[in-house]
Every structure is written in structure tokens, then in C-alpha cells.
């Protein structure tokens, strides 16, 4: 027998991190798909840092996001917005969770796609309504008709969240399942490894 050293094949994670270089990780989607749940475990099975860029605004503004829409109203929130992911992809490689409206923006995808690999979690309008209905800090949902607002949001949104790179779906199921689906096609599409099939439930929902 050999006694020659046989390395250990790396593990996807350690594959997608020497991939990523200094690129981050840019999760997008609707409100309540779970971008911060998912972005923040995917950020610890990467060990990467994790940022809410909802959060980040906040913390920017002194002000919650309610009270900025409040106080200033809706441009002013996207100009800041604009600028705060605009840095945090510079601080890369990091996994970033950004507010549902961000993508939106011409600038911030070409921003995205030049500095970071982006995933669209993609859910049914039920689940989404589901989720957002637990709480009320999204001012965009306080209308007379919350799921006639989501409906048309997702109308406007979906074709552009459609750039992203990658789409996962997200949906009732435990969030280690996902985030297992999220470092799987991420090591498929920055290392060309092979994805394995996947349930029948995640390919009709990704549909
Ligand atoms: C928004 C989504 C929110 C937040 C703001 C606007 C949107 O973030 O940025 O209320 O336009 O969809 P989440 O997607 O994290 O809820």
C-alpha cells in the first residue's frame, strides 16, 4: 500500500468559500420568504458574517424602517438603501439578506452581479401572506387589502427577481432543508459540481 498522502476531499462549504473569493453571498425575494432565517444559518455553515441589510439601514438611519418610511418616505428609504448594500458588498465575502423592494433597482442588480453570487427564495403567494401577516413593521403591507398589495408586488417583482443566479423555493419545510439546497447549487454553479435531483415538491415549486 501507498504510503502517499491522499488528501481529504473538500467539503462543499470550503469549495464555495475558495470560489467566492471576496464575493458575498446576496440573498432576495418577497417579504416573509425567509431570507434572514435562511441567510443567517447559511452564514454559519459557511462561517461567513451575516448581515440583515434592513438592519443595517436602521442602525444608518437611527430609525426603524417604519419610521423612515414614515418620516421621509419611500424614495428617501431606497436612495439609503441603495447606498448601504452598495457598501456592505464591498466589505464581502459575507452572506447578505436584503429587503424585499431592493432588487428592484437597476443600479443595486448590476452592483449585485459584479460583486456577489445572488439567490431568489421563491414562495407561493399563500406562504408569503401567511408569514407576513404575523407581523406589522412592513409599510408597504398597510393597506385596506394586504394580499391584493402582495398579488401586485409579486407581479411587478418577480419577472426581475428572475435575474437572480440562482432560485431556490422556499416553503414549509424545516430551514435546514433549504439552506442544505441553497449550498448545494451554489457549489453546482461556482464549481460546476453536480446538483443532485431534487424532490419533486422543490422542482415544481422553483417553477
Ligand atoms: C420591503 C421589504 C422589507 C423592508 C421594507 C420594504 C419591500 O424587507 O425593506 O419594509 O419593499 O418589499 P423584508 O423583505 O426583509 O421584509
Not at 488528501?7 to 432576495?28: K, Y
Not at 424614495?75 to 452572506?95: H, K, N, S, T
Not at 418577480?158 to 442544505?180: C, F, G, K, M, Q
Not at 453546482?188 to 459540481?193: M, P, R, S, W
Amino acid at each position: 500500500m501507498s504510503d502517499a498522502v491522499v488528501p481529504a476531499p473538500a467539503s462543499s462549504e470550503a469549495d464555495i468559500l475558495s470560489a467566492l473569493g471576496s464575493r458575498s453571498i446576496v440573498l432576495v425575494g418577497m417579504m416573509g420568504v425567509g431570507k434572514s432565517t435562511i441567510g443567517r444559518r447559511m452564514a454559519a455553515r459557511l462561517r461567513l458574517p451575516f448581515v440583515d441589510a434592513d438592519s443595517e439601514i436602521e442602525a444608518a438611519a437611527g430609525m426603524t424602517i417604519p419610521e423612515i418610511f414614515e418620516r421621509h418616505g419611500e424614495p428617501y428609504f431606497r436612495d439609503g438603501e441603495a447606498r448601504v448594500i452598495a457598501r456592505l458588498l464591498d466589505g464581502g465575502p459575507g452572506v447578505l439578506a436584503t429587503g424585499g423592494g431592493a432588487f428592484m433597482r437597476e443600479e443595486t442588480r448590476r452592483r449585485i452581479a459584479a460583486k456577489a453570487v445572488s439567490i431568489w427564495l421563491k414562495a407561493d403567494p399563500d406562504v408569503i401572506m401567511r408569514r407576513v401577516r404575523r407581523r406589522a413593521d412592513r409599510p408597504l403591507l398597510q393597506t385596506a387589502d394586504p394580499e391584493a398589495t402582495v398579488t401586485r408586488l409579486l407581479g411587478e417583482r418577480e419577472p426581475v427577481y428572475r435575474n437572480a443566479d440562482l432560485t431556490i423555493a422556499s416553503r414549509d419545510v424545516p430551514h435546514d432543508r433549504i439552506v442544505d439546497e441553497c449550498i448545494e447549487m451554489l457549489r453546482a454553479h461556482l464549481c460546476g459540481a453536480a446538483v443532485s435531483e431534487q424532490p419533486s415538491d422543490v422542482a415544481s415549486a422553483a417553477r
